[in-house]
């Protein structure tokens, strides 16, 4: 069975702090793997990796994918209130189908 | 663009009842699905479709129904609501990609908060 797994389910840090947020999967014919933020509203997308070894980044945030063992990681360094979401991992496989896992709640405290 | 759009915003219907929920995009998306969203579920697909005329189900498609007979649309239809589909749905479109290699991200609409008592 396809599956996506985040931990943690939740986080508190105080801001200035880093964060890594942790992905792994068990996903037939792996396509791609997706970051998205969500602030109380539809998911934002942050990243797409496919390739293993080749980290993506955009200003704090940043990705990485390894394809063998199979996981995924996304690192916030510097953390500020406005990273307060919930973080999905999203997994592309089989049949056009992108599996999500449960999300990590990320909240920074000022 | 508007993107993705989705009506209603909100919803509250009884058990029994039916409605639509609409989704509609103007980026000219072959693929377009549909994805509840519980507390501690994550997403999880309903329904999704490749293209005018061609649907097919995801993970959790019992009680809805899907038809595509354009390419912007993509409603859903609760036949007969239960308080087991109260959630947040949510509607996303992609381009296709290739037959091989799925590549791209999703757009995902504002979301519609249906509550069925």
């Known amino acids: 069975e396809d599956k996506v797994v985040q931990s943690p389910l939740s986080l508190v840090v105080h801001e200035g702090d880093t964060v890594t947020l942790n992905c792994s999967y068990e996903v037939t014919n792996f396509r791609s793997l997706l970051w998205y933020k969500q602030e109380k509203k539809a998911p934002t997308f942050l990243f797409m990796l496919t390739s293993s070894g080749i980290e993506k980044k955009s200003g704090r945030l940043s990705s990485i994918l390894d394809k063998k063992e199979l996981f995924s990681i996304l690192n916030i360094t510097a953390t500020q209130t406005g990273d307060s979401a919930i973080y999905l991992c999203a997994v592309g496989g089989t049949g056009n189908q992108f599996y999500f896992g449960t999300g990590t709640s990320l909240t920074v405290i000022p | 663009n508007a993107g993705v759009t989705q009506t209603p915003k909100f919803q509250v219907l009884k058990t029994g009842q039916s409605m639509t929920l609409q989704c509609a995009q103007d980026?000219?998306?072959?693929?377009m699905s549909w994805y509840r969203q519980d507390p501690g579920m994550g997403l999880r697909l309903i329904h999704y479709?490749?293209?005018?005329?061609?649907?097919d189900q995801g993970e959790v498609p019992n009680g809805y129904n899907v038809s595509r007979s354009t390419t912007e649309d993509f409603p859903l239809r609760l036949l007969s609501a239960a308080p087991s589909q109260t959630s947040v749905y949510f509607c996303?479109?992609?381009?296709?990609?290739?037959?091989?290699?799925?590549?791209?991200?999703?757009?995902f609409g504002p979301g519609t908060r249906l509550t069925v008592l």
């Open positions: 479709s490749v293209g005018a005329g061609i649907t």
């Open positions: 996303a479109s992609r381009p296709l990609g290739t037959s091989q290699i799925t590549y791209n991200e999703q757009f």
């Open positions: 980026m000219n998306h072959e693929y």
